[in-house]
């Protein structure tokens, strides 16, 4: 676990405006857990990237620490040509690299996100631990509990299900400490309030 001290920069080089970086965008889908090697692979090359990153609370040995960890987990964005998408694979850090068809709308998209971590906005995956998602507590005497989120803010309610008989029983938990219930690849895509599906702008068509 890094301290603070040692995580790579969420943005680099440090730029006034993410879209002052020259080259083209792309998306690094990485190894589970490696996006922090994988950003600092980039640095020792000189390669620009965009990591979103997060303050999370992680309970070890009993004590609650705070840890800067991925907004979107097993993604890096990169920026450059055809030789930095080279040296990218090579790190052995990735299972893809995906290219970005709508340079602008992802270049947009980060923009915004950039603009918001700057000003230290409090931000969440969403539907990471959204109303009426099954998830599992990481941490502290609860941990590996499963239920259902009821309520979100800073605090989660939850409700831990007896199926059998329809009924259940709620608790609080702090909300850093959820996870999705479900694997990955499991998960279900985001929903409008329309009912449409959204996916992101840079996903490929």
């Not at 450059?80 to 990218?88: F, H, I, K, L, V």
């Not at 631990?129 to 259902?148: D, K, L, N, S, Y």
Request: glycine share 6%; with cysteine.
């Amino acid at each position: 676990m890094l301290k603070l001290s040692q995580n790579p920069p969420v943005l680099y080089p440090r730029a006034s405006v993410l879209a002052e970086l020259p080259g083209r965008w792309w998306v690094a889908h990485t190894k589970s857990r490696f996006e922090k090697a994988f950003a600092h692979e980039l640095m020792q090359r000189e390669v620009s990237f965009f990591l979103p990153m997060r303050e999370r609370v992680m309970i070890s040995s009993g004590k609650k620490r705070r840890v800067l960890m991925p907004l979107f987990p097993s993604y890096v964005f990169f920026c450059g040509g055809e030789e930095q998408r080279y040296q990218a694979l090579t790190t052995d850090r990735l299972c893809q690299v995906i290219e970005v068809m709508d340079q602008a709308a992802l270049v947009k998209d980060l923009t915004q996100l950039s603009r918001a971590l700057a000003a230290r906005a409090e931000l969440d995956l969403h539907p990471y631990a959204a109303v009426g998602q099954r998830c599992r507590i990481t941490g502290g005497v609860f941990e590996g509990i499963e239920g259902v989120v009821i309520q979100r803010d800073h605090v989660a309610r939850v409700v831990l299900q007896v199926s059998i008989l329809g009924q259940g029983a709620a608790m609080e938990i702090d909300a850093d400490l959820l996870e999705a219930a479900e694997e990955p690849q499991m998960a279900r895509a985001p929903i409008s309030a329309r009912g449409a599906t959204v996916r992101p702008s840079w996903q490929v068509r």
